[in-house]
């Protein structure tokens, strides 16, 4: 249940009805137990992987607390902000280490008419219009994620020194863009993060497509600098060989339909390409296509089960001749105790074939399989991967 706190005359107390402000306390606490088999040492690593059991948190959702306000400027204005943190709730560290509100951090103005202007850390125009048809709705992040979440479709992707804009719904079509200076002397380009999006509503219908560029602030590519707004870029099993690009580049379209208040689909697809510059490591530009479904059944109020496919596959490149490809299969179950509080259970197999490049372009080796964007860390040492979770979620 959210609260609303009365605050200071600092900013932080509400000043009641007269004024027409409010700050908001809300967070997830998500706690479960996770198995996953094949789990190599590390990132690169092709053998030596044994299966683990362990803790898992943040799966179903991130666990996170966080602040939000808005205050009445009249004439329909609003000021508004966002401050969030993530956090482990197995060990209480913070989600992303050094980042206070490494989730969120902005403020901005917000209009019915008009729209609305945010600056700070916050997701990308791209994400927040495509976000709503995305497979982590029902298959979360951490395993039902796209491999490695190389299109941007879960919340891995935070961007710093970022300004907003997103237009209101006119009939049903909503538009977003959004641009995050690289603060790099001599360059509006170098580090920068762009992107532009659309969203159409239609009763049961819902269609988005978009587009996000991200720019190494390090002249030539090479490794990822503080100065890049979008920083640190997930990196896994799937494009480590790639990690060193001069920019990336995204395009994907995502929607989905609801044939009744039992069932509903979704849909995705996308195009990402890793560029190179003199320093990346690879000669090549790499592209990957990725297609994938969820289907979403709920046949009572208490109970959502979802089962999701994606395939992945990456371009012939930089001396490969076998491309790399991905094929996930996803189930989840959802059974809620209370408007606040679930019980879940997840289950995930990925299998991967063809060749890849290794960590830095250092070669041509298998692909391995890493499961969502949660393996990110800890790939698969074989061509599989199996991954079952448990957990409960709470939310205030």
Same mark, same amino acid.
Do not use: C
């Given at each position: 249940?959210?609260?609303?706190?009365?605050?200071?005359?600092?900013?932080?107390?509400?000043?009641?009805?007269?004024?027409?402000?409010?700050?908001?306390?809300?967070?997830?606490?998500?706690?479960?137990?996770?198995?996953?088999?094949?789990?190599?040492?590390?990132?690169?690593?092709?053998?030596?992987?044994?299966?683990?059991?362990?803790?898992?948190?943040?799966?179903?959702?991130?666990?996170?607390?966080?602040?939000?306000?808005?205050?009445?400027?009249?004439?329909?204005?609003?000021?508004?902000?966002?401050?969030?943190?993530?956090?482990?709730?197995?060990?209480?560290?913070?989600?992303?280490?050094?980042?206070?509100?490494?989730?969120?951090?902005?403020?901005?103005?917000?209009?019915?008419?008009?729209?609305?202007?945010?600056?700070?850390?916050?997701?990308?125009?791209?994400?927040?219009?495509?976000?709503?048809?995305?497979?982590?709705?029902?298959?979360?992040?951490?395993?039902?994620?796209?491999?490695?979440?190389?299109?941007?479709?879960?919340?891995?992707?935070?961007?710093?020194?970022?300004?907003?804009?997103?237009?209101?719904?006119?009939?049903?079509?909503?538009?977003?863009?959004?641009?995050?200076?690289?603060?790099?002397?001599?360059?509006?380009?170098?580090?920068?993060?762009?992107?532009?999006?659309?969203?159409?509503?239609?009763?049961?219908?819902?269609?988005?497509?978009?587009?996000?560029?991200?720019?190494?602030?390090?002249?030539?590519?090479?490794?990822?600098?503080?100065?890049?707004?979008?920083?640190?870029?997930?990196?896994? /099993?799937?494009?480590? @060989?790639?990690? &060193?690009?001069? =920019?990336? #580049? !995204?395009?994907?379209?995502?929607?989905?339909? $609801?044939?009744?208040?039992?069932?509903?689909?979704?849909?995705?697809?996308?195009?990402?390409?890793?560029?190179?510059?003199?320093?990346?490591?690879?000669?090549?530009?790499?592209?990957?296509?990725?297609?994938?479904?969820?289907?979403?059944?709920?046949?009572?109020?208490?109970?959502?089960?979802?089962?999701?496919?994606?395939?992945?596959?990456?371009?012939?490149?930089?001396?490969?001749?076998?491309?790399?490809?991905?094929?996930?299969?996803?189930?989840?179950?959802?059974?809620?105790? /209370?408007?606040?509080? @679930?019980?879940? &259970?997840?289950? =995930?197999? #990925? !299998?991967?074939?063809?060749?890849?490049?290794? $960590?830095?372009?250092?070669?041509?080796?298998?692909?391995?399989?890493?499961?969502?964007?949660?393996?990110?860390?800890?790939?698969?040492?074989?061509?599989?991967?199996?991954?079952?979770?448990?957990?409960?979620?709470?939310?205030?």
């Amino acid at each position: 249940m959210k609260r609303v706190i009365a605050t200071s005359a600092l900013g932080l107390f509400a000043i009641g009805a007269q004024a027409q402000s409010s700050v908001t306390l809300y967070g997830i606490v998500d706690t479960g137990i996770g198995y996953l088999s094949s789990s190599a040492p590390k990132v690169g690593a092709t053998s030596g992987g044994h299966s683990v059991v362990k803790m898992i948190n943040g799966i179903w959702a991130g666990s996170r607390f966080g602040l939000k306000g808005s205050e009445d400027l009249g004439g329909g204005t609003a000021a508004i902000f966002t401050l969030e943190e993530g956090f482990n709730s197995a060990t209480g560290a913070q989600s992303t280490s050094g980042l206070a509100f490494n989730r969120q951090a902005f403020v901005g103005l917000s209009n019915a008419m008009y729209g609305a202007f945010t600056a700070g850390r916050q997701y990308t125009a791209y994400y927040t219009l495509l976000s709503p048809y995305s497979p982590t709705t029902w298959l979360t992040g951490a395993y039902g994620a796209h491999p490695g979440d190389l299109d941007s479709l879960d919340t891995t992707y935070r961007v710093n020194n970022s300004l907003v804009y997103q237009s209101p719904s006119f009939r049903g079509l909503k538009v977003a863009g959004s641009y995050s200076v690289g603060g790099v002397a001599g360059s509006l380009d170098a580090g920068s993060t762009w992107s532009a999006a659309v969203q159409y509503l239609n009763g049961p219908f819902g269609i988005a497509a978009g587009f996000q560029r991200i720019n190494n602030a390090t002249n030539g590519g090479g490794a990822w600098s503080a100065n890049s707004t979008t920083n640190p870029l997930p990196v896994s /099993s799937i494009n480590a @060989g790639y990690q &060193a690009a001069q =920019a990336q #580049q !995204r395009v994907a379209v995502t929607g989905g339909y $609801a044939f009744s208040k039992q069932w509903d689909v979704s849909f995705s697809y996308s195009n990402v390409q890793y560029i190179p510059g003199t320093q990346s490591g690879f000669t090549s530009e790499a592209v990957f296509n990725t297609a994938g479904a969820v289907l979403h059944f709920k046949p009572v109020p208490t109970l959502d089960l979802a089962a999701g496919y994606s395939y992945t596959r990456a371009s012939e490149a930089n001396g490969i001749t076998s491309a790399a490809s991905y094929n996930q299969f996803n189930l989840s179950q959802y059974y809620s105790l /209370s408007k606040r509080t @679930g019980l879940y &259970a997840l289950e =995930a197999y #990925q !299998r991967a074939n063809g060749q890849t490049l290794a $960590a830095g372009g250092g070669g041509i080796i298998n692909a391995t399989a890493s499961i969502g964007d949660g393996q990110n860390g800890t790939p698969s040492s074989s061509r599989s991967q199996v991954g079952v979770g448990v957990g409960i979620i709470t939310r205030f």
